[in-house]
């Protein structure tokens, strides 16, 4: 299994990081205060980095980052499966194209609370982990991410304390099984249903699902509907009488 190297760290310490970590891969936190989250503009100066949410229980947190950061102070037990869920889902749908399938930051020593806890939630698999570990070389965490597996396998180990940063290792196929944009989908009427049945049956509504279709109906879409005859009653408008 190949692995990426990497660093993580706060946003008021992202601009003093030597240059040369700067093309690994990088982590930042999408949530927190006191220059713990990045700004919009770090963000956007490093697109592929991945997004830690340590948002505490009552907090606002973000459904679209990739991995939470489970410790004292930080999510707790309890939130870790409906987290777990609403990622997924949200991986799934391409709401932020890029992000990463759900995991859990936490120690080494947490790690069964962890998983327990996602099991008690209803989450069986799926979840990766980011473990925490200070005692290992490199060369011993990128073993312990090429030998993760199971159903909360291992994508990734923190195993040194920098000061300003941390040094990781990551999976490089967790990293690159992305989000992408959901869409457009073509389908084709049945004959059968009505405009509203065909709607309802993808959670929109008449407006919204003519509107998507006509932005991307192809030039043999177009043929295929100036030949149908519309039925007696049907209305339309015109800007000149």
Not at 22 to 40: E, F, H, K, N, V
Not at 51 to 72: H, K, S, V
Not at 141 to 158: E, L, M, R, T
Request: net charge negative.
């Amino acid at each position: 299994m190949a692995t990426v190297t990497g660093i993580d760290c706060t946003g008021s310490a992202l601009p003093g990081i030597p240059q040369a970590l700067l093309t690994t891969q990088l982590a930042g936190y999408s949530t927190g205060s006191g220059g713990i989250a990045w700004s919009a503009a770090q963000w956007a100066r490093y697109p592929g980095a991945l997004r830690i949410d340590q948002t505490p229980a009552g907090g606002i947190w973000d459904a679209l980052a990739d991995y939470d950061d489970y410790e004292n102070g930080a999510v707790q037990l309890g939130e870790l499966a409906p987290r777990a869920k609403l990622r997924t889902h949200a991986w799934a749908a391409g709401t932020r194209p890029g992000q990463r399938k759900p995991a859990i930051y936490a120690s080494q020593s947490n790690l069964t609370p962890v998983c327990n806890a996602l099991i008690a939630g209803g989450v069986t698999s799926g979840v990766g982990l980011v473990v925490a570990n200070w005692n290992l070389t490199e060369a011993e965490a990128i073993a312990k991410v090429n030998a993760g597996s199971g159903p909360f396998p291992i994508v990734g180990v923190q195993y040194q304390d920098a000061g300003a940063y941390d040094r990781d290792a990551w999976s490089a196929a967790w990293l690159a099984d992305v989000s992408k944009p959901a869409g457009p989908y073509r389908h084709t009427a049945d004959g059968k249903q009505t405009l509203d049945q065909i709607a309802a049956a993808r959670h929109a509504n008449v407006t919204n699902l003519l509107l998507r279709s006509i932005g991307n109906w192809t030039a043999n879409d177009k043929t295929i509907i100036e030949s149908l005859v519309l039925p007696a009653g049907f209305p339309y408008y015109t800007e000149n009488g």
